[in-house]
């Protein structure tokens, strides 16, 4: 017997357990099925279970579990991503905790602690996962740093660059002063900062009394100055293009350039043009070939060492000490000594406050520092003419189709992809020095000291590059790296490629992109026909979630306090298309209601004698009730299933959600009661026999979704062996007798007694009251239902009688129509009507005022501008929900005209 109340915490454990022991997740190569794949986006070995998390794999564990049940042989690749930057910090803080650092312990120990440390507490992040209910093939588990995808990385590497698509270049790249390592642009977050603008005096040479001022956030950088730009079309410096600026401090000449990067209305009009240390500054270096000297260091620190040549005393202009003063100091002192020596020279204009946007490393928290450094770089712009083709062409499809324009602006400006990272954990770059210089690149050692010896004629020492890849190299591998690749196993040839890839819209192009530019120039097809593009997890007010903020959720809380089950389902049912997901725990908590309507349903259920009957036949059902409930049933599975193939996964959960709760529960059952407690047997068996296989039915549809409480549901019932309803057959429509009829009988008494609800709702007519229900202009098929079906009117809707209306409307009657006849609630000796005409009339002014009050603000361009977009939708929302009050209200008060 099925205990009173749901416990979700009592049985999700010891469920999940029985399925991972029954190999219920396990793939099988060997099958005749047709596979279905997705791959895992790889969360960071240094990860805890996070509402991103929460939702990517709800949506890929429905869509896993779905196509598992309709028979495919489905493989969730499980496995996470070594994370560079993130775990080398956490090894870092740990070693700091004894006084040391990771110099002090060298390269190899320090790789040997962070294996340690995965070892020990590496695996929160897939217990995690297991909690959440995903059921990822867990013996395939992969890891980018385990021995196979390591062979992988190499073998791509190594390709690429005697194909020429990798190469060494000095380039300008984010670099992160604490972590002393180009770092990409995922890994950093702009923030707003209250500094300054100030406006320094650059003198023209040959004109003493004559100066050209820039406006600079980063008087620091000046002294890397290698030029001064202004738009070609303002005329206030038309006369000095061409000719020479002297560079205050330093002393020397740099050249005034007419570049349209220069923005006349901004500042002055005129920028200094710093190309080792801002990305525009670069591009117009780069157009204008400036020299491009570096001043600040690894550490963020002033270097001379690139400018010492450069330096020349001017009287009153530059002073060489003081410039010597400047080496070694930090950039935020260098600036305000040098901000100091300006006013003292004279040449510091003014100074304005500025709030501007800053990048930061996300880990670090510093300030990025755009630097001049030579790294290795992939040619992504050769790389990405295939994958822009494979969208253009359909072979790959992103869900949405609006993301494809997102994809198509990155990739068709794609820049040269910078990989390397000054890290000691990663892949570390299979690249060996010469004496003289000389790069061999090879798979081991071995092979490229043969290259070596090849190319000197003898043996000679070889040091190896100190840099690791870009932790997004290897993940782009992921799809084939984790089934064998370069082998060619049977796992590569069945599950490549992917059947959809479930990911966030802020890494199609970090990560998604460029699995398609690695998929399909190494295995000359697109890793995954379709990308299912969901949006964030926000607050339920709209909100982005942060720290700062003190909105985060936890789902591990969410988890413990309302179960998985009705924390998957809430993030269904809000996972609309495009859409950002609004969720807190009053959404959660209202969904575990859902849960909770289920249990109680099947445990009505038990309790009058419902049971699985394998001989049932849905085809010959012969009560309307039965019938129709059947019919509802065949819709539900069609409209399930359409839902998920269109990844519309909301659509799903609604459609789900409305079968159940509305359909099953609120009808089917209230209207079977009488039957259950009748006299007459058989029709009571046939409803059992109905009930049992409608519930099986929809243990099947909501297995993808809430598989905790399914699962528990059908073990119970016996509709199978124990955790096997993972594996059960996906449910299709039946042949149902009579189905239209049923139908159209059901609906006539649904509405009827829906209508009469509403009415006594909106009159506040008390419970405990019955009334007489009038029907008016009914015809005599009309007349006839309402007979045969009188005992659930009665109890349903309170009426005392069903009688037909022959002459004039009674006075004080409240009136509905259903179909083609009128009904009549006489209410006048029940309530007072003229107070209740009053009350909604009031109620419908305020609702009126509200409406209007909405309307006006989003009329408003500059609101709608300024507000943020949360803000906007919220009030868009609350419009539409005003409006739909106000319409209530009218046809309550037309009820009672």
Request: net charge negative; glycine share 8%; charged share 25%.
């Amino acid at each position: 017997m099925l205990n009173k109340t749901f416990q979700p915490s009592d049985i999700e454990p010891g469920l999940y357990e029985g399925w991972e022991r029954s190999g219920g997740f396990a793939a099988d190569p060997a099958s005749s099925a047709r596979p279905f794949t997705i791959m895992i986006p790889p969360p960071n070995v240094t990860g805890s279970l996070h509402m991103g998390h929460a939702l990517t794999f709800t949506v890929q564990d429905t869509l896993i579990r779905w196509r598992r049940m309709q028979g495919r042989d489905a493989l969730w690749q499980p496995g996470t991503d070594h994370a560079g930057i993130a775990t080398q910090m956490v090894v870092e803080r740990l070693l700091a905790e004894t006084q040391s650092k990771r110099q002090d312990v060298g390269r190899e120990r320090f790789i040997e602690r962070v294996w340690q440390w995965k070892a020990e507490s590496g695996g929160t992040i897939t217990r995690q996962l297991r909690r959440l209910g995903a059921s990822l093939d867990w013996p395939r588990e992969r890891f980018t740093m385990d021995e196979g995808l390591s062979a992988a990385v190499r073998e791509v590497f190594v390709t690429l660059y005697r194909q020429g698509l990798i190469y060494r270049d000095r380039r300008l790249v984010n670099w992160d002063p604490e972590f002393q390592s180009a770092i990409s642009d995922l890994e950093v977050e702009s923030r707003e900062v209250k500094g300054h603008l100030w406006y320094i005096r650059y003198p023209i040479a040959g004109e003493p009394d004559r100066f050209i001022t820039v406006a600079t956030t980063r008087p620091e950088t000046m002294l890397g100055d290698t030029g001064i730009a202004v738009h070609p079309d303002d005329a206030r410096y038309a006369d000095l293009v061409g000719r020479e600026a002297i560079l205050p401090l330093v002393g020397r000449r740099i050249p005034v350039v007419a570049d349209a990067y220069s923005d006349p209305e901004k500042g002055s009009g005129a920028v200094k043009i710093t190309p080792a240390h801002d990305f525009n500054d670069f591009g117009v270096g780069q157009r204008h070939s400036l020299p491009m000297p570096s001043v600040l260091d690894r550490a963020g620190c002033v270097t001379l060492a690139e400018i010492s040549d450069a330096i020349e005393p001017v009287p009153g202009r530059a002073d060489p000490d003081f410039l010597r003063g400047l080496a070694g100091l930090d950039r935020s002192e260098a600036r305000a000594r040098i901000v100091a020596e300006l006013e003292r020279l004279g040449l510091l204009d003014r100074v304005e406050q500025h709030t501007h946007q800053v990048p930061h490393g996300d880990r670090s928290g510093v300030a990025i520092e755009p630097r001049l450094t030579v790294q290795w770089y992939c040619n992504a712009g050769e790389l990405a003419k295939p994958a822009i083709t494979a969208v253009e062409s359909g072979a790959a499809s992103f869900v949405p189709k609006q993301w494809e324009n997102t994809f198509f602006a990155w990739m068709r400006d794609i820049q040269p992809w910078c990989i390397s990272r000054q890290l000691w954990w990663g892949h570390r770059i299979p690249a060996w020095y010469g004496p003289d210089g000389s790069v061999f690149v090879a798979h081991t050692e071995t092979e490229a000291r043969q290259a070596a010896r090849a190319q000197y004629g003898r043996d000679e020492t070889l040091t190896q590059d100190e840099d690791v890849l870009d932790t997004w190299f290897s993940s782009a591998l992921w799809p084939f790296s984790t089934l064998g690749w370069p082998e060619r196993t049977a796992e590569l040839t069945r599950y490549y490629p992917g059947d959809v890839l479930v990911t966030g819209f802020d890494i199609i192009f970090f990560w998604v992109a460029r699995m398609m530019m690695m998929g399909l120039h190494f295995m000359g097809e697109v890793p995954f026909r379709d990308i299912y593009i969901h949006g964030l997890v926000r607050d339920e007010r709209g909100q982005k979630m942060s720290k700062s903020k003190g909105n985060v959720i936890d789902p591990l809380h969410l988890i413990d306090t309302y179960g998985a089950d009705a924390l998957r389902f809430t993030i269904c049912a809000l996972t609309g298309p495009g859409r950002d997901v609004k969720l807190g725990p009053q959404r959660v908590e209202s969904y575990r209601s859902f849960v909770t309507k289920l249990w109680n349903a099947a445990r009505f259920c038990e309790m009058n004698g419902v049971a699985p009957d394998p001989s049932f036949d849905p085809a010959g059902a012969g009560l309307p009730l039965n019938r129709w409930l059947l019919d509802a049933a065949n819709r539900a599975v069609s409209e399930a299933t359409a839902a998920l193939e269109a990844y519309r996964i909301d659509e799903y959960a609604a459609c789900c959600y409305r079968f159940v709760w509305n359909t099953f529960c609120d009808w089917y059952l209230e209207l079977a009661k009488p039957v259950l407690a009748g006299g007459d047997q058989e029709a009571a068996a046939e409803l059992r026999r109905t009930a049992a296989h409608v519930l099986g039915v929809i243990l099947r549809l909501l297995h993808p979704v809430m598989p905790f409480v399914t699962e528990a549901l059908w073990d119970q019932f016996g509709y199978g062996a124990p955790y096997s309803l993972i594996r059960a057959p996906w449910p299709v429509p039946a042949a149902v007798t009579g189905a239209e009829a049923a139908r159209a009988e059901l609906g006539w008494v649904i509405r009827l007694i829906g209508e009469v609800r509403a009415v006594r709702s909106e009159m506040n007519v008390p419970p405990s009251v019955t009334t007489p229900i009038l029907l008016r202009d009914a015809r005599p098929e009309t007349l006839a239902r309402a007979r045969a079906w009188i005992e659930p009117i009665r109890r349903l809707a309170r009426a005392s009688a069903v009688e037909v209306l022959t002459g004039e409307m009674p006075r004080g009657a409240a009136q509905a129509v259903v179909d083609e006849a009128t009904i009549a609630l006489p209410l006048a000796a029940v309530i007072d009507l003229d107070a209740e005409r009053a009350r909604l009339a009031k109620e419908r002014g305020r609702a009126e005022q509200e409406a209007q009050k909405l309307a006006k603000k989003l009329d408003n361009a500059d609101f709608v501008r300024r507000a943020p977009e949360e803000v906007v939708e919220e009030n868009r929302d609350r419009l539409k929900a005003a409006q739909e009050e106000v319409a209530r209200l009218e046809a309550a008060l037309r009820r009672i005209a």
